[in-house]
């Protein structure tokens, strides 16, 4: 089945440790979104690439990075991890702008911060 | 500013029921609304979007721009209902869009 995949699905790192999060995705679509979902709030966006182009939300802090390598893959490294950042880390996709188009997500990659 | 509010945390109706999931948005343009699902262990996935007018799983929602809402309505739930209901914006301050989120709304179908 074509689809989202985000590994790993549960991340526990230690505070200051630096981490990457995968993501890819078989539906060959142009824009991949990297969203981070705190408890009991709404999933936030952080950055989303248009094939290769980066676009950065305004308030998405500098310890977080993405990185694009080709169509299928997309990372979200962060630098050195707070408490803060503990959060379920949601990748999605879609074929092109959000106008009529639908989002896929992946089931997420719960990150811990000891 | 670009906001969606779900002022409803949990929502708790019993089987058969009509259930109404409410949902408000704020935004200077001319909005195109969505609302998204998480049943229990499963990814977020798209319900339905205002522009297509449709009817999913019994869900309709009706844009209403005088009252800025998009409220999700069902007739009769069923337990099957019972997820996350996240009610999102399209947002074209960016270059290419994006969505912003409600917080959800929990909604319980009791048998």
């Known amino acids: 089945d074509a689809m989202v995949i985000q590994n790993p699905r549960y991340q526990v790192t230690q505070f200051g440790k630096p981490v990457t999060l995968s993501c890819s995705q078989t539906l060959n679509h142009n824009v991949m979104y990297w969203y981070q979902q705190k408890s009991s709030q709404a999933p936030k966006l952080l950055f989303h690439y248009y094939d290769k182009d980066f676009n950065n939300e305004a308030d998405t802090p500098d310890n977080f990075q993405s990185r694009r390598p080709n169509t299928s893959f997309c990372f979200l490294d962060i630098r050195s991890p707070g408490l803060g950042d503990a959060a379920m880390y949601l990748c999605?996709?879609?074929?092109?702008?959000?106008?009529?188009?639908?989002?896929?997500f992946g089931p997420g990659t719960r990150l811990t911060v000891l | 500013a670009q906001r969606v509010t779900q002022p409803e945390k949990l929502l708790s109706v019993f089987k058969g029921a009509p259930v109404e999931l409410k949902c408000n948005y704020s935004y200077s343009g001319s909005p195109e609304l969505f609302w998204y699902v998480q049943y229990s262990r499963q990814r977020l996935q798209l319900l339905l979007r205002?522009?297509s007018r449709e009817s999913i799983k019994g869900f309709t929602a009706d844009l209403n721009k005088g009252e800025t809402s998009f409220h999700l309505k069902k007739p009769f739930a069923q337990e099957e209902d019972s997820a996350m209901y996240y009610c999102a914006l399209a947002n074209y301050g960016g270059s290419q869009g994006n969505l912003i989120f409600g917080k959800g709304t929990k909604l319980s179908v009791k048998p």
């Open positions: 999605a996709t879609s074929r092109e702008g959000t106008s009529n188009n639908e989002q896929f």
């Open positions: 205002h522009i």
